[in-house]
């Protein structure tokens, strides 16, 4: 399994940026795909997560603000950020785990994922 991430870069508050992650030699059909995002000397946390069967999982933070969504034919994930803030500034990781639903706060746990990318920068200025 493959994931690459892409889409980063820098913004000014207020702006808005889509970040892609392409899945390859992925055969599940049932699966929970995620993204994470870690600040230099913080947690990695998780940010939003969807499942085969569409549904998602938000943090708090960007409730309203964040889509996560996929293609299942191309098996590209999605995380469309709108009214970016600099709080938002990370490196973003896609992670994937196949054979299960995001049917819980299992979701945006980091140990949960197996699989995961390289990561893509994300900078929001003030």
């Known amino acids: 399994v493959q994931l690459v991430e892409s889409g980063g870069g820098a913004v000014q508050s207020g702006g808005s940026l889509r970040l892609s992650c392409a899945a390859s030699g992925y055969s599940y059909s049932t699966y929970s795909m995620a993204w994470f995002r870690q600040a230099p000397g913080k947690e990695r946390e998780g940010v939003a997560a969807i499942d085969s069967d569409d549904s998602t999982k938000y943090l708090d933070s960007v409730k309203g603000r964040f889509t996560i969504s996929q293609d299942n034919a191309k098996k590209m994930f999605y995380l469309q950020m709108n009214q970016l803030k600099p709080e938002d500034t990370a490196m973003y990781y896609c992670?994937?785990?196949?054979?299960?639903?995001?049917?819980?706060?299992?979701?945006?746990?980091?140990?949960?994922?197996?699989?995961w990318g390289q990561g893509t920068q994300v900078t929001v200025s003030s």
């Open positions: 992670a994937a785990e196949g054979g299960r639903h995001c049917s819980g706060s299992w979701c945006l746990i980091r140990d949960e994922y197996t699989d």
